[in-house]
T-cell receptor, first 111, second 115 residues
């Protein structure tokens, strides 16, 4: 699996957009970009994924650059409950493929 | 109705004991996993089962033995527990489910403390 690079920590004000970057310069053509988050030692939670196109769901938006070497997860209106560690993972979109977690970005949402 | 449930949630035991952690999923997914999160918060895969068949075994000591009696269950038995086994163990599943993606669904974890 391609490796990812994320900032160690970030913070944003409640109600503002949180933009979390991820570099994956060695991503392969068949690898998806997945985002998960872990809120205070709970099990990681799926947020969103994409291959080439930008994606949006009820939780977040995912912007993938045209060369696919980097992406940004956007939480449009961050709340205190969004404080968590966010993991960017690239992997083949297959059911049996393992997830390789890095150290993630610790996002702190300030009141 | 919890999708992936683990029991127990907390487990405190002495070195040398044998213990089991159980995982059950009601999502109908084919693949189940055990992940370990150590004190430094790194999450690492340990095992993966697909339709009761072991498909991933990541250089885990053979004191750890997963068992899948059926597609909905994946248990983890640990023999001769050591201090270094203290961690949070997460069960997870993958399947083509909600949102039409091969996303993972994790359980809430079992915090194992060996004293």
């Amino acid at each position: 699996d391609a490796k990812t690079t994320q900032p160690t920590s970030m913070d944003c004000a409640e109600g503002r957009a949180a933009n979390l970057p991820c570099n994956h310069s060695t991503i392969s053509g068949n690898e998806y970009v997945y985002w998960y988050r872990q809120i205070h030692s709970q099990g990681p939670q799926y947020i969103i994924h994409g291959l080439k196109n930008n994606e949006t769901n009820e939780m977040a938006s995912l912007i993938i650059t045209e060369d696919r070497k980097s992406s940004t997860l956007i939480l449009p209106h961050a709340t205190l409950r969004d404080t968590a560690v966010y993991y960017c993972i690239v992997r083949v979109g297959d059911s049996s493929y393992k997830l390789i977690f890095g150290s993630g970005t610790r996002l702190l949402v300030r009141p | 109705d919890t999708a992936v449930s683990q029991t127990p949630k907390y487990l405190v035991t002495q070195m040398g004991n044998d213990k089991s952690i159980k995982c059950e999923q009601n999502l109908g997914h084919d693949t189940m996993y055990w992940y370990k999160q150590d004190s430094k918060k790194f999450l690492k895969i340990m095992f993966s089962y697909n339709n009761k068949e072991l498909i991933i075994n990541e250089t885990v000591p053979n004191r750890f033995s997963p068992k899948s009696p059926d597609k909905a269950h994946l248990n983890l038995h640990i023999n001769s527990l050591e201090l270094g086994d203290s961690a949070v163990y997460f069960c997870a599943t993958t399947g083509f489910g909600t949102g039409k993606h091969w996303g993972y669904t994790f359980g809430s974890g079992t915090r194992l403390t060996v004293v």
